[in-house]
């Protein structure tokens, strides 16, 4: 047996995870997103935001998402931080290709890493379109109202002003 191997020496930096899913018992999905995130290498799972159901942003002929955040602490950086993410879509079942905007049975998306602002081909950091986007910030809220997102203030702030259309709370266990 050989243990798992693990950067070392490396500073554990606070990065939060969007996920969402709209098929396939988008609840279901959900949860076992954060149970892969809790089993991730170099990472530690440290929140976990309520669910929530939110109409499609895109193309309206698609279920509701169901969407949450968690808030980890990883050594990993922020590419490979990326490609484990899209690792793990393809363990969970995420079928390519996904038309934009298109239906998925999990989606995580790298919101914030840090303070870092990052603009690579492969890599957005903080996500675009965060500050519209109230299916990412209402969750974050849960469970960091005073992170500052870089170059954007703080997520209460941002929570209050994206509003409440389209969005609702899925009480625990229903
Ligand atoms: N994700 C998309 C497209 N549209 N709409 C909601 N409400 N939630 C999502 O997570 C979402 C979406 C592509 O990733
Ligand atoms: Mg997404
Ligand atoms: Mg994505």
């Given at each position: 047996v050989t243990a798992e191997r693990e950067p070392v020496g490396l500073p554990w930096i606070p990065a939060y995870i969007g996920i969402g899913s709209n098929l396939d018992d988008p609840r279901a999905q959900v949860v076992r997103g954060f149970s892969a995130l809790a089993h991730l290498r170099g990472t530690r799972l440290i929140a976990g935001s309520r669910h929530y159901r939110s109409t499609p942003?895109?193309?309206?002929e698609q279920p509701d998402y169901v969407n949450a955040v968690a808030g980890v602490l990883t050594r990993l950086d922020p590419e490979a931080l990326l490609v484990e993410l899209k690792r793990l879509e393809g363990e969970l079942g995420?079928?390519?290709?996904i038309t934009r905007w298109g239906p998925r049975k999990i989606d995580f998306d790298l919101?914030?890493?840090?303070e870092q602002r990052i603009l690579t081909p492969s890599l957005t950091v903080p996500h675009a379109g965060i500050a519209e986007r109230n299916f990412v910030l209402l969750p974050l809220a849960d469970i960091?109202?005073?992170?500052?997102?870089?170059?954007?203030?703080s997520v209460r702030a941002l929570a209050s002003r994206a509003g409440l259309d389209g969005i609702e709370v899925l009480p625990l266990g229903s």
């Open positions: 942003l895109g193309p309206k995420r079928t390519q290709p919101l914030i890493y840090g960091a109202p005073d992170l500052l997102v870089p170059g954007l203030g």
